[in-house]
């Protein structure tokens, strides 16, 4: 039986002209985003000007993380201790965490057999009005009908954020992921679809809430020095009211991300090349399932996910550990114990009371999920769509 041999951590170079840069940076010294000449933006305030005209919003901040730009996002949006915040169950451990930080609790929202946010859910939650705030997190780039999502928002006066860590480059409509909410958070960490080993973006057209942000990001009292910011009054009133969270982004990471920025929507067609081959072969074979995609969703394939629906979870560990024996690194989010960077939400026991979400644990019960990373060649991933048939043939139970 074939295997296979190439390492699913691995990442493409950060390109020359990054490293170049960077490598300059290093030689001035000023790594530190105010750390400027008069009148010169830096690499940060660059690469902010440029992610808000990527995105066609009026403002970007960099942050240290996607964690922390949504933790400052809910914040500056008005997010208080013990309010609640709606959020699909299936997302990653660092969105619960930014609520908790707040002082907020959660409130976890059901998910639908093509994991996403269930809408009938959300709008009877969303109807309880026990919440104004709705964390919208696109897990591994599944996007919800983000049409029906924009009626129930308005019609319920729910603020949305979304979370757009798997959805940079990435459309409903003719509209970009991220342009919906009146935030939204992406991070440029590395397994994420910019790589400058941590670090998160923040977008809105909200010149309270980026005024906000700003400050909160650790701005001191110069936040005049922010070329993607709204003018001076605007932090006025505000400036000494707003503490400082220390959370910004240094000259380093805002130089190795420009240059993977103005290339980014070649990396998400060659990572939907990717996908498409890895998605027919999967639904090619019988006991396995990747969900359908509505034709508005514009997704970007930078991981595969798929369901082995009716098996046993003897059968399902089975196939995980005869895949890996194979070189195939497939991810289970029906573990009961939270595994590397895989988590299932009733783990977040920091919050009290997490509900009892039936459909949500069966259907991440039967889930996995691999990493499509762009070291992987198209024919690496004929091989990897090969390999998961023969092992589904050998282990699966027919039904
Ligand atoms: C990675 C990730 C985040 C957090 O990003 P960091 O930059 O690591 O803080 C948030 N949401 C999802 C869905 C993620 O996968």
Redesign the pocket.
């Known amino acids: 039986m074939k295997s296979f041999t190439k390492d699913f951590t691995q990442q493409e170079p950060i390109c020359e002209e990054g490293i170049e840069k960077a490598v300059e940076i290093m030689r001035s010294g000023k790594l530190h985003r105010y750390n400027l000449a008069p009148e010169e933006k830096g690499e940060t305030g660059l690469l902010e000007e440029e992610f808000a005209a990527y995105m066609g919003k009026k403002y970007c901040l960099a942050c240290a ?6 933790y400052l996002a809910m914040k500056s949006a008005g997010v208080k201790a013990g309010d609640k915040v709606l959020c699909n169950a299936y ?2 451990a ?2 619960p965490g ?1 609520i908790e930080n707040t002082g907020a609790t959660i409130e976890l929202v059901e998910i639908t057999d093509e994991y996403t946010i269930d809408l009938e859910d959300l709008e009877k939650k969303a109807a309880s009005g026990v919440s104004k705030w709705f964390l919208l ?4 780039g599944h996007i919800a009908d983000m049409d029906r999502i924009t009626a129930i928002c308005n019609k319920y006066d729910l603020t949305l954020i979304e ?1 757009c ?2 959805t940079m480059g990435a459309t409903w409509g003719n509209k970009k992921s991220g342009s919906f909410g009146m935030s939204a ?1 992406f ?3 590395t ?2 679809h910019m790589n400058s080993g ?3 973006l923040l977008v809105t057209d909200d010149a309270d809430l980026i005024a906000r942000a700003i400050i909160h990001s650790g701005s001191y009292m110069l936040y005049e020095r922010h070329p993607s910011r709204p003018n001076l009054e605007t932090f006025e009133d505000i400036n000494t009211l707003i503490p400082n969270y220390s959370s910004r982004m240094d000259h380093l990471r805002a130089a190795i991300l420009r240059p993977q920025l103005r290339n980014i929507d070649e990396q998400c067609r060659r990572w939907n090349e990717r996908y498409k081959i890895l998605e027919q072969a999967i639904n090619q074979i019988d006991g396995l399932t990747c969900p359908e995609r509505d034709p508005k969703e514009g997704y970007v394939g930078s991981s595969i996910q798929f369901s082995l629906n009716g098996q046993s979870e003897e059968t399902l560990k089975q196939f995980l550990a005869t895949c890996f024996e194979q070189g195939v690194e497939l991810k289970w989010f029906g573990n009961s114990q939270p595994v590397g ?1 895989t988590s299932s939400y009733d783990s977040w026991e920091y919050f009290e009371n997490l509900p009892d979400l039936p459909n949500t644990k069966c259907i991440l019960s039967a889930m996995c999920d691999m990493r499509i990373p762009l070291t992987f060649t198209l024919d690496d991933c004929h091989l990897l769509g090969e390999i998961i048939k023969n092992v589904s043939q050998r282990v699966l139970v027919p039904r």
């Open positions: 993380s996607c964690g922390s730009a949504m997302t990653l660092p969105v930014a997190s696109h897990m591994r979370d860590a798997h958070c991070s440029t960490q397994y994420k941590e670090g998160g960077f």
